[in-house]
């Protein structure tokens, strides 16, 4: 999964880091990292906006896009556009489904999110005794992109071949959903291929489809 990404992101001329965990468990992901000459940060595994504020002050980022590495399609051309947008004064961007939801409130797993330092920094003072703090910090953009009146938000019209669709899932959480996706980068021919071109060879595999619906019904999102 990792290599997969290293892939796509070495091609765009942007600094990365993998953020990880300080639990033993993660020592794989961090050798995998420093054999592969990638920057790690190790934080708290339950709060994930703490681990990101420590991880972006650590190498001075004052502009971040989030890449989730369960996903597999993401598509990464919009991080350039998102970055310059963060720079430019928008606490967050991403796209959004035709009922307005953000992308990561959907099960796609398909594009990224560019959020600010100062947003998460601004939302990490505000969740210190909010009743919902284990929930928000874990969910780490959650409480940004749902207070439109403390941030300055852009949710994009997600493209024609997703905006509309309910049925898609290309994220990973079981064993199903691996098998799943190992099937589909084989059927594609790799991950990095354009968005059109994914969509189109999940549509003739009813198969896939269906294993995409049991994942969106055993989780809410």
Same mark, same amino acid.
């Given at each position: 999964?990792?290599?997969?990404?290293?892939?796509?992101?070495?091609?765009?001329?942007?600094?990365?880091?993998?953020?990880?965990?300080?639990?033993?468990?993660?020592?794989?992901?961090?050798?995998?990292?420093?054999?592969?000459?990638?920057?790690?940060?190790?934080?708290?595994?339950? /709060?994930?906006?703490?681990?990101?504020?420590?991880?972006?002050? $650590?190498?001075?980022?004052?502009?971040?896009?989030?890449?989730?590495?369960? /996903?597999?399609?993401?598509?990464?051309?919009?991080?350039?556009?998102?970055?310059?947008?963060?720079?430019?004064?928008?606490?967050?961007?991403?796209?959004?489904?035709?009922?307005? @939801?953000?992308?990561?409130?959907? =099960?796609?797993?398909?594009?990224? $999110?560019?959020?600010?330092? /100062?947003?998460?920094?601004?939302?990490?003072?505000?969740?210190?005794? =909010?009743? $919902?703090?284990?929930?928000?910090?874990?969910?780490?953009?959650?409480?940004?992109?749902?207070?439109?009146?403390?941030?300055?938000?852009?949710? $994009?019209? %997600?493209?024609?071949?997703?905006?509309?669709?309910?049925?898609?899932?290309?994220?990973?959480?079981?064993?199903?959903?691996?098998?799943?996706? %190992?099937?589909?980068?084989?059927?594609?021919?790799?991950?990095?291929?354009?968005?059109?071109?994914?969509?189109?060879?999940?549509?003739?595999?009813? =198969?896939?489809?269906?294993?995409?619906?049991?994942?969106?019904?055993? @989780?809410?999102?």
């Amino acid at each position: 999964m990792l290599d997969l990404q290293f892939q796509s992101l070495k091609k765009i001329d942007v600094p990365f880091v993998l953020a990880t965990t300080t639990n033993r468990t993660d020592d794989a992901l961090v050798k995998w990292a420093n054999d592969n000459k990638i920057d790690t940060f190790r934080g708290k595994e339950n /709060n994930v906006l703490h681990r990101f504020v420590s991880c972006a002050r $650590e190498f001075d980022a004052k502009n971040i896009i989030r890449v989730c590495s369960d /996903n597999p399609f993401l598509q990464f051309q919009e991080i350039p556009r998102y970055l310059r947008e963060i720079q430019g004064g928008l606490d967050y961007i991403s796209y959004a489904n035709d009922a307005g @939801y953000p992308a990561i409130r959907t =099960h796609w797993g398909l594009f990224v $999110e560019g959020v600010s330092l /100062n947003a998460l920094e601004r939302a990490q003072d505000f969740l210190l005794k =909010h009743p $919902e703090h284990r929930f928000y910090t874990e969910h780490v953009t959650n409480f940004i992109y749902g207070r439109s009146d403390l941030f300055k938000i852009k949710l $994009e019209r %997600a493209p024609k071949e997703v905006v509309s669709r309910r049925d898609l899932r290309f994220t990973i959480d079981t064993a199903d959903d691996f098998k799943n996706m %190992a099937e589909l980068i084989e059927l594609v021919g790799g991950t990095q291929k354009t968005l059109q071109d994914v969509i189109n060879i999940t549509n003739n595999y009813p =198969h896939i489809l269906g294993l995409m619906s049991k994942g969106i019904q055993s @989780y809410t999102k």
